[in-house]
């Protein structure tokens, strides 16, 4: 079946822009994960949805990230105003929290982002 | 403390090699435990869940350490194609509505 998708796979955008990055987790997954990981680092945990419950956005770096999701489907990670720092690749993950196989995160191929 | 600590390495191996990795948690109530592998420049994947009594997958076994709180990896016969980042991830159940945390990752390569 279908993985997750994300789109772009790539964006260049100027200092001061906004962008906004698009995930498209597996169908029937209830949990959707964002993380951005910077060139050679670990995975930075940025917001978390879990079914109808208020999103962990505990990870967020700044007023300037905000995500969304609409029901159990397609999210979006808008960043305001962006700046060099913010440049990294953007990866969703999405899984199921019950029966076989739960908590098993799935990967998208992640959003490459250059802030010039 | 972070929740989920790993050696970060790096693990420089000949071919042939066995290799080891530990990682610990700071959360006592987590329930699930996973191993994923990830490739220069590509997303995670996921390369096995670790249950109570250990499991082995070919080359790949994994131990769980509820009382000291820690998960390990096994490699044996390594492979050149083992060259990757391995990372350690915890799922907190219901103290954390669900939440995974990933470690750092170690990171391996296997020389000829």
């Known amino acids: 079946g279908a993985g997750v998708s994300q789109s772009p796979s790539n964006k260049v955008t100027e200092k001061g822009k906004d962008v906004e990055l698009r995930c498209d987790p597996i169908?029937?997954?209830?949990?959707l994960y964002w993380y951005r990981q910077r060139l050679g680092q670990g995975l930075e945990f940025l917001i978390y949805?879990?079914?109808?419950?208020?999103?962990?956005k505990s990870g967020l770096p700044s007023d300037r990230f905000s995500a969304e999701r609409t029901g159990e489907s397609v999210s979006t990670l808008t960043i305001q105003r962006t700046q060099q720092e913010d440049s990294a690749v953007y990866l969703c993950?999405?899984?199921?929290?019950?029966?076989?196989?739960?908590?098993?995160?799935?990967f998208g191929p992640g959003t490459r982002l250059t802030v010039l | 403390r972070k929740e989920v600590e790993q050696d970060p390495g790096p693990f420089n191996v000949p071919e042939g090699a066995t290799v080891a990795f530990n990682c610990t948690y700071s959360n006592s109530a987590s329930q699930s435990f996973f191993w994923y592998r990830q490739d220069c420049r590509k997303e995670p994947k996921l390369l096995m869940s670790?249950?109570?009594s250990g499991n082995e997958d070919g080359r790949f076994t994994a131990q769980l350490n509820r009382a000291s709180q820690y998960i390990s990896l096994l490699i044996r016969d390594s492979k050149l194609s083992d060259s990757a980042t391995y990372l350690c991830?915890?799922?907190?159940?219901?103290?954390?509505?669900?939440?995974?945390?990933f470690g750092d990752g170690t990171t391996l390569t296997v020389k000829p």
């Open positions: 991830v915890v799922n907190n159940g219901n103290t954390n509505a669900g939440k995974s945390t």
């Open positions: 169908s029937g997954h209830t949990a």
């Open positions: 949805f879990q079914g109808n419950s208020a999103p962990d």
């Open positions: 993950a999405s899984s199921i929290t019950s029966g076989r196989g739960r908590d098993t995160q799935y």
């Open positions: 670790v249950y109570s």
